[in-house]
């Protein structure tokens, strides 16, 4: 197993709640999945939130990225961000495989 850092941007079409930040961590920290969330970060003008989580995947980066994004997506959601886009997402491993 590998864990990998996810960070991830988002786009809303509508403008940001004031704590749509917030918002978000709560709804990653409620998910099945991250291991671990970290803090995100907003900007109103760009209507656009910024956040990062670490999973553990089986296989590799193209899974990371494949759940990262899913698990992204849903958080969103669940943040009430439905509409909003992802415009930038990062995989990073940082650890080394179990044995």
């Known amino acids: ?3 990998y850092r996810i960070r991830f941007s988002a786009v809303d079409p ?4 004031t704590d749509a930040a917030a918002r978000l961590v709560l709804a990653l ?6 291991e671990r969330i970290g803090e995100a970060v907003q900007d109103d003008d760009a209507r656009c939130v910024d956040a990062e989580f670490v999973i553990r995947v089986q296989h ?3 899974d990371a ?8 997506k849903e958080g969103l959601k669940a943040a009430n961000m439905p509409d909003a886009t992802l415009v930038q997402m990062h ?7 179990e044995t």
């Open 91 to 97: 995989v990073f491993r940082e650890s080394e495989p």
């Open 14 to 17: 509508e403008p940001l709640a």
């Open 29 to 34: 920290e409620d998910m099945p999945g991250p």
């Open 60 to 62: 590799g980066m193209a």
């Open 1 to 3: 197993m590998h864990d």
């Open 65 to 72: 990225a494949r759940d990262g994004s899913r698990l992204a």
